[in-house]
């Protein structure tokens, strides 16, 4: 069982920068792949960004690719999600997950463990 803890969301000016936590409980947290997902106000949720297991391989949304950073600190069992150049349109809900494997993953049912999530607001 993992339980995740999102922090470091709030309300930033267009343009600023956000760092986003995520802390892991359990051992299962630096075996499997870590994901960031986020739902705005009367939309689905969506993929942002996904690290494997070693942090070896990344993969991005195409509209956060060379703004957000995704990392993690297996030692600590912690993940996070820079967020630089923000736009009013990254306004969301922001969740953190633990996938099933060890490897990079897009979609929502190959994560098993969800976070309550973190809100970012970004105004204009």
């Known amino acids: 069982q993992v339980q995740l803890v999102e922090s470091g969301g709030g309300l930033v000016q267009a343009g600023g920068s956000l760092r986003l936590s995520c802390a892991a409980s359990?051992?299962?947290?630096?075996?499997?792949?870590l994901g960031w997902f986020r739902q705005a106000p009367g939309k689905e949720r969506e993929f942002v960004a996904t690290?494997?297991?070693?942090?070896?391989?990344?993969y991005y949304a195409d509209s956060v690719k060379g703004r957000f950073t995704i990392s993690r600190d297996n030692a600590k069992n912690l993940g996070y999600l820079q967020m630089n150049s923000l736009k009013p349109e990254d306004t969301a809900v922001y969740y953190c997950?633990?996938?099933?494997?060890?490897?990079?993953?897009?979609?929502?049912?190959?994560?098993?463990?969800w976070g309550q999530g973190t809100q970012v607001t970004v105004s204009s």
């Open positions: 997950a633990v996938g099933r494997w060890g490897g990079t993953s897009r979609v929502e049912y190959e994560y098993d463990y």
């Open positions: 690290i494997s297991w070693s942090g070896g391989n990344t």
């Open positions: 359990g051992r299962t947290f630096s075996s499997r792949a």
